[in-house]
């Protein structure tokens, strides 16, 4: 569920008019279906409040970019670029406790 206060920010900049429905979901980080959804009344203007105790990703200082290693959007750092190097990390400690060849380790970026 998005935080009230993006549902809210997707509102208000609907009714100034000045930016279209793409412009506003790339802005905010929403899908566009979403925009469009406040914008015909289909979803109402609801939300999670703000819970200080969880990291708050969807902020509206904090929108995600282009990860310089893997090319997904995401919010910075990258957590799938860290699992695909933990799953690698685990897959090498099975095959060097298995007995299996050892490579050298390289170093990702």
Do not use: F, W
């Not at 506003?24 to 406040?38: D, E, H, M, N, W």
């Amino acid at each position: 569920m998005l935080p009230l206060v993006v549902v809210e920010e997707i509102r208000r900049l609907l009714d100034e008019a000045k930016l279209s429905q793409r412009k506003i979901a790339a802005k905010l980080g929403v899908s566009r279906g979403t925009v469009g959804a406040i914008s015909n009344g289909q979803r109402g203007i609801y939300g999670r409040e703000h819970n200080p105790h969880e990291s708050d990703l969807c902020s509206l200082d904090l929108l995600p970019e282009r990860c310089p290693t893997c090319g997904g959007m995401v919010y910075v750092p990258c957590l799938l670029c860290r699992a695909r190097r933990y799953a690698n990390r685990q897959k090498r400690l099975r095959q060097i406790a298995a007995g299996g060849d050892h490579q050298p380790r390289r170093r990702v970026a």
